[in-house]
């Protein structure tokens, strides 16, 4: 990876990524997030994950549908970075 030699990788986002997140989506009733911002977030994150991408060269999508089941990318790296990409944050 570090020598740019792995063309992509794939990982799957979701709410067990971290035990941060994990315990935010255990908790009954209660609307708060696992943390202030994806920043503040503590392990695993999707924030975090795009920061350590760029940092050795990948950038970093999430794979979406498109009009009519079309799958698109959404950018998620540098300045297409944005708080609300962190889903699974609250």
Known sequence: IGE???PFILLEYGDKMSPAIWGAMKRRNDATPAAPTPALLEGPSLFR???WADGR?????????????RPVLVGATGRYWRDSLEGCRD
């Open 49 to 51: 994950l795009q920061r």
């Open 4 to 6: 740019g030699r792995v």
């Open 57 to 69: 060269g990948y950038d970093t999508y999430l794979l979406g549908e498109g009009d009519g089941g």
